[in-house]
């Protein structure tokens, strides 16, 4: 047994591999593909063998399928994408990752794959010149007794009699390849315009060791640029519960928690060119400029700890034009956006209602949460700023914020209830996470560790 060699980009988490393999008969596409699955210990999985797998098990799916066989009959686009989609969500092909091999052959099995989630890290494309692919397959010979393949020019039998009893297979002409080409043709045509983000292309002329190794490097390189660190954004109206929520996503994925104030009072008192412009500002108690708070989250994104760690931005974006450019700043892609909501009634209430007790620190809420005597209660404070006319400013506020940055984020944005106990707010948000990471292929090292 080999050891899996996935690789490990950022602490606690691990990069599943996501492949598709595609290219004309005799481009050493078999070749390739074992090549993969030694070397990343990926699950293969072809068309021909998912469908006779589905088929054997009796699945309602594969028993649909066999109908269609034993008539027969082409299977329907739909048919075929549920069984590849059923076949994709097994416990091997979690824990492994795939390289497909097949599939997809048409445009509307690849926007399904897509539509999924289930976007590759990289599309293998091997090309091969049309005068080769016919000279490997018009002398390939197999031998009916041991199932080897061999090639009359490249990979000749070790004997005579071996030679004697090879056969060649009757579509392997000259007439058949050609049309088999053609038709190839029209498929990868179709299908590679919907991976030209992850498509790579290798050239299959050459020996099989030399192929892999430019294959090798572009899934590494692929996997690395895969498994950055989660990027996470949490925003939510005053009392929301923001901070708790904020606490717990730090204690589970270990991100890096950015409040706006933190950053900007660490970049003052490292005295850094933004930090002194920053102060400035601050001094004379005016509002940053959209460019100088965005230069200042730009610096501290490149440190190491965000490298390493990934992040949790709390309070920024809080306009469009902060957002639109927190998105092109380069290797940020935000994971999840998380939305706390609650009603301005109970926001109110919240907060009306809430009291700090200025010897410990402790905060209490007179209704959700009162102090434990009378002691305590006696010497309460109230914040100047914990009332209903300054709270429904603040909320206010914050609603025209939300409003103006929510619209970059729609793919990612994820609605929270946080009218909720704090348990299941924090569940609603670990899902979310959770689910996020799945589409990216990611998960916890810890997670990958429990199932060996």
Same mark, same amino acid.
């Given at each position: 047994m080999f050891t899996v060699p996935i690789l490990i980009c950022f602490a606690g988490f691990s990069a599943l591999p996501r492949l598709i393999i595609s290219g004309p008969p005799a481009a050493g596409k078999g070749t390739a593909a074992q090549q993969i699955v030694d070397e990343y210990g990926v699950v293969h999985l072809s068309t021909g063998d998912i469908l006779r797998e589905a088929v054997t098990q009796g699945t309602p799916l594969g028993q649909e399928a066999k109908?269609?066989?034993?008539?027969?009959?082409?299977?329907?686009?739909?048919?075929?994408?549920?069984?590849?989609?059923?076949?994709?969500? %097994?416990?091997?092909?979690?824990?492994?990752?795939?390289?497909?091999?097949?599939?997809?052959?048409?445009?509307?099995?690849? !926007?399904? @794959?897509? %539509?999924?989630?289930?976007?590759?890290? @990289?599309?293998?494309?091997?090309?091969?010149?049309?005068?080769?692919?016919?000279?490997?397959?018009?002398?390939?010979?197999?031998?009916?007794?041991?199932?080897?393949?061999?090639?009359?020019?490249?990979?000749?039998?070790?004997?005579?009699?071996?030679?004697?009893?090879?056969?060649?297979?009757?579509?392997?002409?000259? !007439?058949?390849?050609?049309?088999?080409?053609?038709?190839?043709?029209?498929?990868?045509?179709? &299908?590679?315009?919907?991976? !030209?983000?992850?498509?790579?292309?290798?050239?299959?002329?050459?020996?099989?060791?030399?192929?892999?190794?430019?294959?090798?490097?572009?899934?590494?390189? *692929?996997?690395?640029?895969?498994?950055?660190?989660?990027?996470?954004?949490?925003?939510?109206?005053?009392?929301?519960?923001?901070?708790?929520? *904020?606490?717990?996503?730090?204690?589970?994925?270990? &991100?890096?928690?950015?409040?706006?104030?933190?950053?900007?009072?660490?970049? &003052?008192?490292?005295?850094?060119?933004?930090?002194?412009?920053?102060? !400035?500002?601050?001094?004379e108690g005016r509002l940053l400029p959209d460019d100088i708070m965005i230069g200042i989250i730009r610096d501290r994104l490149q440190q190491a700890d965000i490298k390493e760690n990934g992040f949790l931005l709390d309070g920024f974006p809080r306009t469009k034009d902060q957002a639109d450019a927190l998105l092109a700043l380069d290797g940020v892609k935000v994971d999840a956006f998380i939305l706390l909501e609650a009603p301005d009634g109970l926001l109110l209430e919240r907060v009306v209602n809430r009291r700090v007790d200025p010897v410990t620190g402790n905060i209490y809420n007179l209704k959700f949460k009162p102090p434990p005597n009378d002691a305590v209660a006696n010497r309460l404070v109230q914040r100047r700023d914990d009332t209903e006319e300054a709270m429904s400013v603040r909320i206010s506020g914050y609603r025209k914020e939300c409003n103006a940055v929510m619209g970059s984020f729609e793919k990612v944005l994820v609605h929270v209830d946080a009218t909720q106990d704090s348990g299941l707010v924090m569940q609603n948000i670990q899902k979310a996470i959770d689910e996020a990471m799945d589409r990216r292929g990611i998960k916890f090292k810890s997670e990958e560790d429990d199932e060996d």
């Open positions: 109908g269609y066989m034993d008539a027969g009959k082409l299977l329907p686009d739909g048919l075929v994408i549920n069984i590849v989609q059923e076949r994709l969500s %097994s416990p091997d092909v979690k824990k492994k990752g795939f390289l497909l091999d097949g599939f997809p052959r048409t445009s509307g099995q690849a !926007e399904a @794959l897509l %539509s999924q989630g289930m976007d590759p890290d @990289l599309f293998i494309l091997l090309e091969a010149q049309e005068d080769l692919i016919v000279d490997r397959i018009t002398n390939r010979r197999i031998d009916p007794v041991t199932g080897d393949i061999y090639n009359m020019k490249t990979k000749p039998p070790p004997n005579e009699k071996v030679a004697k009893r090879l056969v060649q297979r009757k579509d392997d002409t000259v !007439e058949a390849i050609k049309t088999r080409l053609e038709a190839y043709r029209g498929e990868c045509d179709a &299908v590679v315009s919907c991976f !030209e983000n992850v498509l790579t292309k290798v050239d299959g002329n050459r020996k099989a060791d030399t192929v892999f190794t430019d294959i090798r490097s572009a899934i590494d390189g *692929a996997l690395t640029a895969k498994a950055s660190p989660l990027q996470l954004i949490i925003s939510g109206p005053p009392a929301a519960g923001k901070g708790t929520a *904020a606490t717990g996503i730090v204690d589970r994925y270990g &991100v890096v928690h950015l409040s706006t104030g933190d950053i900007l009072r660490e970049a &003052v008192k490292q005295q850094t060119e933004l930090g002194k412009i920053a102060q !400035e500002y601050m001094t």
